[in-house]
């Protein structure tokens, strides 16, 4: 049995030595270590990684750690907020030493030389040039998450570190919130559910209706994965399905979901009944949504936002909102995160604002750190790395 898998894995390592750098010391320690090599892990059904395997090449290919040690982790603001958080390190535990903020604040000079990645988790905290400055080996920050606006990647690249994402782990949970926020607006369900607690609300009134999505047009602007797997749950809805993104997809995926490609997004803007936005924030999308967009958009229309809130002009929101310009907006995002206590956003009744909770569920905080492993891990075995993010040249 032992002797299949390891004659198994001798396929996949000769394989992957074939394309990466992996060192002389690697290829003849493997010998004597392939019949313990047997253990693999699935990652989601894109990526198969064999551990034993790569504790093997991590532990020959780093001058820094000693035989059979995991390479280390430094972890980033691994903290109380999801409630599965212990399950999260355990699953880490299994690939690396894992380093807390404290622990490498508390013993620098040891810790800095063994530390090879950083796993950020959540968006903060932010990775600063003091914080590299004090990792000379290293090699691959880690982002548990798609978005990467929080990182200066012209900074990090400059220190010959490498940044991956994880846009495959959030794409099904970050949909599922669009949707949810697009039908909770349309139907006005937090209304509804105070309306329902209010000790003296007998029962709805006529000017308090709301619309529906079926048959409706659902306008997507940035039509990555997530955008994409939206258009798969709006299709299933039966609405008319609007996209604009920078590259159109290809025409099976388009006819897959019934999308229809708007070149110019002003067209989108005018015909939609809602629009999502699903786009990364960069500099060029920063504000994308201002005065003018609001502006084409119907007087009956809804924009949802469940990319960066920087995507918006939120003042132009507020006024566009207050002068009813469009009907409503539903926000996953906003910026700052929490908004201020006094902020018009939170007094109007035609806006539904979330936490960005996007990827909070269970499942996201486990299949975005499996997915942040299997990037880490590639990045220190030299193999192809699944998801790395590039900075703009
Ligand atoms: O970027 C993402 O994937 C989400 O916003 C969660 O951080």
């Known amino acids: 049995m032992f002797r299949r898998k390891g004659s198994h894995m001798l396929r996949i390592l000769t394989s992957l030595l074939g394309r990466s750098n992996l060192p002389y010391k690697f290829n003849r320690q493997f010998g004597s270590h392939r019949r313990r090599c047997h253990r693999s892990l699935i990652y989601n059904q894109r990526y198969r990684i064999h551990a034993c395997a790569e504790r093997q090449a991590i532990t020959a290919g780093t001058k820094v750690m000693a035989e059979g040690e995991l390479p280390a982790v430094l972890i980033l603001d691994i903290g109380g907020t999801h409630g599965v958080l212990e399950d999260l390190a355990a699953l880490l535990k299994k690939h690396f030493q894992l380093i807390t903020m404290k622990e490498f604040l508390a013993n620098k000079e040891e810790m800095s030389k063994k530390i090879q990645s950083v796993f950020?988790?959540?968006?903060?905290?932010?990775?600063?040039?003091?914080?590299?400055?004090?990792?000379?080996?290293?090699?691959?920050?880690?982002?548990?998450?798609?978005?990467?606006?929080?990182?200066?990647?012209?900074?990090?690249?400059?220190?010959?570190?490498?940044?991956?994402?994880?846009?495959?782990?959030?794409?099904?949970?970050?949909?599922?919130?669009?949707?949810?926020?697009?039908?909770?607006?349309?139907?006005?369900?937090?209304?509804?559910?105070?309306?329902?607690?209010?000790?003296?609300?007998?029962?709805?009134?006529?000017?308090?209706?709301?619309v529906e999505v079926s048959g409706a047009t659902l306008g997507i602007i940035g039509m990555g994965s997530i955008g994409y797997k939206v258009a798969q749950r709006a299709r299933a809805f039966n609405m008319r399905i609007l996209y604009h993104n920078r590259n159109r997809r290809r025409k099976e995926e388009e006819e897959a979901v019934g999308a229809h490609y708007c070149a110019k997004m002003k067209d989108l803007l005018q015909q939609s009944d809602f629009v999502m936005l699903v786009v990364n924030l960069t500099p060029e999308t920063h504000k994308l949504i201002g005065k003018k967009e609001l502006e084409l958009m119907k007087p009956t229309a809804t924009l949802i936002n469940i990319s960066r809130g920087a995507v918006i002009d939120q003042d132009a929101l507020v006024e566009a909102l207050q002068n009813k310009v469009i009907r409503a907006a539903a926000l996953d995002v906003t910026y700052p995160e929490p908004l201020p206590r006094d902020h018009p956003?939170?007094?109007?009744?035609?806006?539904?604002?979330?936490?960005?909770?996007?990827?909070?569920?269970?499942?996201?905080?486990?299949?975005?750190?499996?997915?942040?492993?299997?990037?880490?891990?590639?990045?220190?075995?030299?193999?192809?790395?699944?998801?790395?993010?590039?900075p703009k040249l």
């Open 120 to 210: 950020v988790f959540e968006r903060r905290p932010t990775i600063d040039r003091e914080l590299l400055e004090s990792l000379p080996n290293l090699k691959v920050i880690g982002n548990s998450g798609v978005g990467v606006d929080h990182l200066d990647l012209k900074m990090i690249s400059s220190f010959g570190v490498k940044v991956t994402n994880t846009p495959h782990a959030v794409a099904d949970p970050t949909a599922d919130i669009g949707m949810a926020l697009m039908l909770a607006s349309a139907r006005r369900l937090v209304e509804g559910c105070q309306i329902a607690v209010s000790p003296d609300t007998k029962s709805f009134a006529v000017d308090w209706l709301g």
């Open 345 to 390: 956003l939170l007094n109007l009744n035609n806006v539904i604002i979330t936490p960005h909770i996007g990827t909070a569920t269970v499942q996201a905080i486990h299949t975005m750190a499996e997915e942040a492993v299997a990037n880490i891990l590639a990045v220190l075995n030299g193999q192809p790395i699944p998801s790395q993010v590039f």
